[in-house]
């Protein structure tokens, strides 16, 4: 949008909200500390023109209004913290592989794009063996429990057309193969299984799902999905961030798809790289 458009839908919008309050010219400028010589012209001149900053805050201010929905940056209503309150909210994160929010997320952005970085390994890849480990007792839920809900997620999406981007670090592969932290409980032969597992289900499901894989000694993510044009989400541990300003999932689109532009492995080579991963893995129990 060039200047005089920018202008012209000054001019529309504080007309509308003028008019919509029943505010008079005068007692917007006595309001905002602004000449009324001033006021009229931002209002009625031939050629629209836009206040300086100092003004346009004021003007904002008084009727109620942020300054972004003024000159045109947002289509959200409503003074800054009220949008604030709107459009970044909480949402909690229960521990369990099926989580009714990131459920009906999907469904809303259901023919868009879901980019997604895990906070550990992609939850659609997750062996039996991995989920009772992460979601044991005390929990919520049993492990059972668990693997029966993650395998009905796995089988909607390969009944369902799917459009998922995935972007995570070499380092949280390789640290999964090293049995660090927490994977030090599986054994050798389950990490093992897990890379194969991974590979099979990337294999099958690509070109519509795809994984990219980033070296985390030039970038970092923490865990977020974007959900189409509707909302993101910052993972937090037991709760979302959730945010549904356009400018906010633009924000971490942008971000998500620096990762891409960088990932190390690209999306048609990783099965055949977490693949490789199994195969320098023994075969054994221990």
Sequence with gaps: MDKRARAQLFQERLTLALTERGMSQSTLARDAGIDRSTVSQLLSGATPR???????????EVIGESADWLIGLTAQRGATAD??????????????????????????????KVRYVPASLPDLFKTEAVLRLEYGPGE?????????????KLE????TEIDME?????????????????????????????????ADIADELYPRLRVYLFDLATHYSA????????????????RYLVFTASAHVRFFQGHFDGLVRAATIQADGFAAYVRSLGEVLPDNGK
């Design 83 to 112: 949008i604030l309150d709107r459009t970044v909210q909480v949402a909690e994160a229960p521990r369990h592989p099926v989580d009714e929010n990131i459920l009906a997320w999907h469904r809303e952005a259901l023919g868009y």
């Design 156 to 159: 909607h999406s390969r009944e």
């Design 50 to 60: 836009l206040p300086n900053s100092h003004a346009l805050g004021e003007i904002a």
């Design 140 to 152: 919520g839920r049993s492990g059972d429990q668990a693997v029966a809900d993650a395998t009905a």
């Design 166 to 198: 995935i972007c995570m670090s070499l380092q949280a592969l390789a640290d999964f193969g090293a049995g660090s932290s927490l994977w030090g409980r599986l054994s050798s032969r389950e990490r093992r299984r897990q890379f194969f597992h991974m």
């Design 223 to 238: 865990p977020f999905a974007v959900f189409g044009p509707q909302r993101a989400v910052l993972y937090l541990g037991q």
